[in-house]
């Protein structure tokens, strides 16, 4: 009975650990260029998507969102598929639900670790 409660949490963790790493990368690639940490090449101390957050949330919400504890996969979903201000929304053909997931299983990841 160890040895099966033992395989099952080590595939849970190896499926978590996969998809906090599909997560990161894609949010490097899709969601970093305006959301992501680091100065914008505008001359502003923060990128774009970034700088707007910071704006609206002033001290209330972290501008970063790989330091947000609140952004579930739903809550994700909602602002990727509709848009937001500037923010372009994102067919599924571009950002699939899947990979929406796995995005909020990095955040919840970083946003722990404080990255």
């Excluded at 992501?36 to 209330?60: F, M, Q």
Aim: glycine share 8%; aromatic share 8%; hydrophobic share 35%.
């Amino acid at each position: 009975m160890g040895l099966t409660l033992l395989a099952t949490t080590y595939t849970a963790y190896a499926q978590d650990s996969a998809a906090v790493a599909r997560g990161k990368a894609k949010f490097d690639h899709s969601c970093a260029p305006c959301h992501g940490k680091g100065a914008g090449d505008d001359g502003r101390e923060s990128l774009p998507g970034t700088y707007s957050l910071k704006i609206k949330y002033g001290e209330t919400l972290p501008a970063a969102l790989e330091d947000r504890t609140d952004l579930t996969s739903e809550v994700i979903s909602v602002f990727v598929r509709m848009g937001a201000w500037s923010m372009p929304p994102f067919r599924k053909t571009e950002l699939s639900d899947a990979e929406i997931d796995d995005i909020a299983a990095y955040f919840a990841v970083s946003s722990r670790a404080g990255n």
